[in-house]
């Protein structure tokens, strides 16, 4: 049956909640809201839940008496708030009008209801204010004792109500407390606690906040009313609506617990009562159960009062949070900061790009329901901005701030739901909410549809997370025969896998396009060719090799700079393995037999199995083919040889901060805790790591395939090593990127001061490093040119900056300053040089 339910002062604290309650059934019942106060969103509000407003006092007659005379309930919740709490507050003016409305609004309440209406009105714990001796536990038939006129105004409307002879609810309330969207209700305890706790600010507890009080939810309140209404059995009955008993101090705790960085002053001066306390037995006996708790209240007040972690990202993207996942599926939410008043439903086929335009307002925010999409954004309001890229997946949130242009590639036949605040009329296309920016070629959408890498190529999963961008550079190795040769850019982009702790590229290259002509030469380095030939007589030593049996394979092996120690040696079995072909040739030559291929399925025959040690330095950072290659490298192993590999190791970048270690030929960025992961797939596992100092710092890593051989504790010490400086935690990564950027910032400001100075700067060394480095700081001409001692570099320009490289020969005119790119041989370069320029520096000293 279709009930009439009023709701007096339903813009307020307890009758916002109320009217939340009442929107699922408006289309049942006929709710109306009477309040003499005008919030524009709220009536609009209300207006969209089908709840009927009447803008009016309560005590205007006129206005009010058909509502009233039709109504089958009347929530009684008009009446002024803002009430004094000792006498010192009190004021004259303020009581009256409080007065007024009170009883005037009740009489008139009581006087043009009809005969069966249901009255329900909240009156409060303080008509016990001034009793004598304090109670925890005051009963509904206890003695009233007001005292103050808010008090003694609510005795009156009691009476009023229970002598009118009308069908009524009284409730006792206790102070009613808990977040909510109309006002903060400061003078209640718990509110004005959680919202010093939310700005780290002193609670303050006069007479040591030993008093106790009364206290109850705001949404049980709403609730009650509710219970009341519907229970048609209740009539002509008073009830405590009270839960929480707890001191004042007791409430400063809670807000402590929360928020440690809240301070509690106690002051010890005379606790005017000791406070008191209502029973709610008679309430819970009727059945009524309350649901929410003080400290959850607290929790949530201070969570949205408090200085919120919004990213500064651009863009970023984000899972969904507080899943739930049973037989049916999963369930995944995002919480969004604004609500929402446009929905837009977007389909999308495979290879389309949209977007390629940005908001000069709005945030963009779309939820991915199915496919994917490669995201390109960048930055319009900072002329420097390079072009960043990421993958979104299904069920992903993506976020992009006004005035970002973006576009979105869609590498999988898509749906997305556009998720928008604001108005979006075609009619203000171009001119507020959406303006064209082409970021996006058609040709770039080829490239990036073909090359980017969606799941980690360790582990298959695709918890992706960005670490760092360098931006769009070219290949670091790939020397322009011209200055103005034509030169590609491709995204230099580290992701962070969640699931194996390996950090990787998001976009990879043809290899034959970067390792059929390699220019870098193991060889030239003194200190490298050293590094080989300490590490073969250490080897010989542990493994007991033998020149004439023992069978030894480099793979990756350059110019063959690590098997001509144990050529020297004498050993006969070695074999090189590099896809090269220059190299290969060379290595030849030197009579270091290499064949010249790929390590894979395809090329294994070409390879003589059952090796006693597989050298592999350096080459598990260049293999996309990953999985194969370790299989390949266990199959020409003999069943109780060893794998004996070096790679970059991760910590020292991360530490180091040697972001240029970063370059695309360079897939995959090791720690032991991925390695070990990596391994574990294939019944292989790692048995001893040594640390060492080629490339900035390495790792050394002894593998076998034979499962019993005893793990060392070199690798457990390390992992625990790795595990403590927090190799599996995303933040790890996000501080390192932002470090990155800030180096970018200080270089710009150093070389511009050089350059300011008049100072003339040569470069030294030419190596991957160097491309990254220059490319993303964006320095070309503050560099007249490189010096380089490869002959093979010289006449070629650096890609992307345009450098050129020459010999040490060519220098005419002694420089200020030869920055040092190749900074991991400074030592080496200073001391061969000391007479090249006036002054040496590595690139390092110009990051701080
Ligand atoms: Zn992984």
Known sequence: MSKKIVVTGGLGYIGTELCKIYSGESWRNQITVVDNRFVSERVNQLRNWSINFVHSDIRDLENVKQFLKEADVIHHLAGITDVARTKEESNLSKDNEMNDIAEKGTSVVLSESSENCKIIFPSSHVVFEGKEKMEENIEEDCEKFPVLSYGLGKDKNEEQIKKSGKNYVIFRLASVYGYSTDTMRLNIMPNLFSKIASQNGTIKLFAGGKQLKCLVPLIDVARCFKFMEERNDIKFQIFNVSKDKVTVQQVANICKKENPKVKIVKTEDKIPNSGYA???????SKGFKFLYGLEESIKEMISKWSRQNITKNLEHVKKGEKEFVDDRGRISNHELPE?????????????????????????????????????????????????????????????????VAHAMIFTKDSIFLNLVRGEREHENYGVTHTKKYILVKEEEKDLLMKNYKFDCRLCGKTNLKRVVSLGYQPLANNLLNKKDSKCELYPLEMNYCTDCHNCQLSVVLDPTKMFSNYLYLSSTSRSFRKHFEDAAEKYIKEFRLSPKKSYVIDIGSNDGVALKPFKDLGFKKILGVEPAKNVAKLANKKKIKTVNCFLDKKNLKKIKKNADIILASNVFAHSDKLKEMAECMLKLLKSNGTIIMEVQYLLNTLQDLTFDNIYHEHYNYWSLTSLVNFFKQFKAKIIRVERINTHGGSLRVYVKKDRSFKVEQSVE????????????????????????????????????NLKNNGKKIIGYGSPAKA???????????????????????????????????????????????????????????KRKNNDLAHKFISIKDLEV
């Open 278 to 284: 209502l029973s709610n037995k008679k309430l819970l």
């Open 339 to 403: 609500s929402i008043n446009l929905v837009g439903y977007i389909d999308s086929k495979k290879g389309t790009v949209r977007a390629n335009h940005f908001h000069p307002i709005q945030e963009q925010k779309c939820l991915l329901a199915k496919g994917q999409f490669i995201s390109v954004y960048k930055d319009l309001l900072n002329e420097n901005s390079q072009k960043v890229t990421h993958v979104v997946n299904e069920g992903d949130l993506i976020v992009t701030k006004p005035n």
């Open 717 to 752: 010490d390390l992992l625990e090593e790795e595990e403590e400086f927090g190799m599996k935690k995303c933040e790890t990564y996000e501080k390192f990127g932002e470090k990155i950027y800030a180096i970018r910032k200080n270089v710009k400001k150093n070389i511009k």
């Open 771 to 829: 491309t990254t480095a220059l490319n993303f700081f964006g320095i070309s001409k503050e560099i007249e040119y490189i010096v380089e001692d490869n002959k093979l570099k010289h006449g070629k320009f650096l890609p992307g900056v345009k450098i050129p490289i020459t010999s040490k020969t060519n220098i005419k005119q002694k420089p200020d300053y030869a920055l040092v790119l190749a900074w991991n041989f400074m030592d080496e370069i």
